[in-house]
């Protein structure tokens, strides 16, 4: 299993520019989830899926940051219009086919934002 | 809501002494319990779990947490420290009824030679 499939790895855009982050879950998991780490805040949890369908978007920071997820394999983070304090490792994990207790975390993208 | 508390923001110890790192969580009903490892530039991978029964909790590369129901404790622990241990270390705690998990702050486990 190729576990779950971050891109890009790393992004470097300027103010203002809108930024995609893409995820690819474990085959036959059913929950999806996208975190922020930084240093000063830690791990938070932005969104998360199941089945598909936005669950609890609590922590999406502000209306500059939107999720999808399409279809099973597919989700993305978009930040539009990005700024200098959402640079940070965004992670996506997904979870087990019942309620998602085991979460496996893909590599993060590391976003700067100048 | 569940809440976890990790102590200890940085530990260190010498290779081949054992370890315990600290969590402690906040829960109305019996949690489920997670610790995970971040080495430096990488996802969060997953050491082991408690659901339910045994309260002692074997995991991978020799680590053990046990549930302490009184404490509102998950303590992790290792008798032997590598250095390849040297990461950061996450308590984590989600409920029955939903996906929603709550991290701790962490902690950075230095291994000295």
């Known amino acids: 299993d190729a576990g779950v499939i971050q891109s890009p790895r790393h992004e470097v855009t300027e103010m203002g520019q809108e930024v995609t982050l893409r995820c690819k879950p474990i085959?036959?998991?059913?929950?999806l989830f996208w975190y922020r780490q930084t240093m000063m805040r830690g791990l938070e949890l932005l969104i998360y899926?199941?089945?598909?369908?936005?669950?609890?978007d609590s922590g999406m920071p502000e209306d500059r940051f939107s999720a999808k997820m399409p279809n099973a394999s597919f989700s993305t983070l978009k930040i539009q219009p990005s700024e200098p304090r959402d640079s940070a490792v965004y992670f996506c994990?997904?979870?087990?086919?019942?309620?998602?207790?085991?979460?496996?975390f893909g590599p993060g993208t590391r976003l700067t934002v100048t | 809501a569940q809440s976890v508390t990790q102590p200890d923001i940085h530990i260190t110890v010498s290779e081949g002494a054992s370890l315990e790192l600290r969590c402690n969580y906040s829960?109305?009903?019996?949690?489920?319990l997670f610790w995970y490892v971040q080495s430096p530039g990488q996802g969060l991978q997953l050491l082991l779990k408690?659901?339910?029964?045994?309260?002692l909790v074997q995991g991978i590369k020799g680590f053990e947490a046990e549930f302490k129901r009184s404490q509102s404790s998950f303590n992790l622990r290792k008798p032997s420290v590598h250095w390849s241990d040297a990461a950061e270390y996450f308590c984590?705690?989600?409920?029955?009824?939903?996906?929603?998990?709550?991290f701790g702050a962490g902690t950075r486990l230095t291994v000295k030679p």
């Open positions: 994990a997904s979870g087990g086919r019942e309620v998602a207790y085991e979460q496996y």
């Open positions: 984590a705690v989600a409920s029955y009824n939903n996906n929603d998990m709550r």
């Open positions: 899926f199941n089945n598909n369908v936005p669950i609890d």
């Open positions: 829960y109305g009903a019996t949690p489920y």
């Open positions: 408690y659901f339910s029964g045994d309260t």
């Open positions: 085959s036959g998991h059913n929950s």
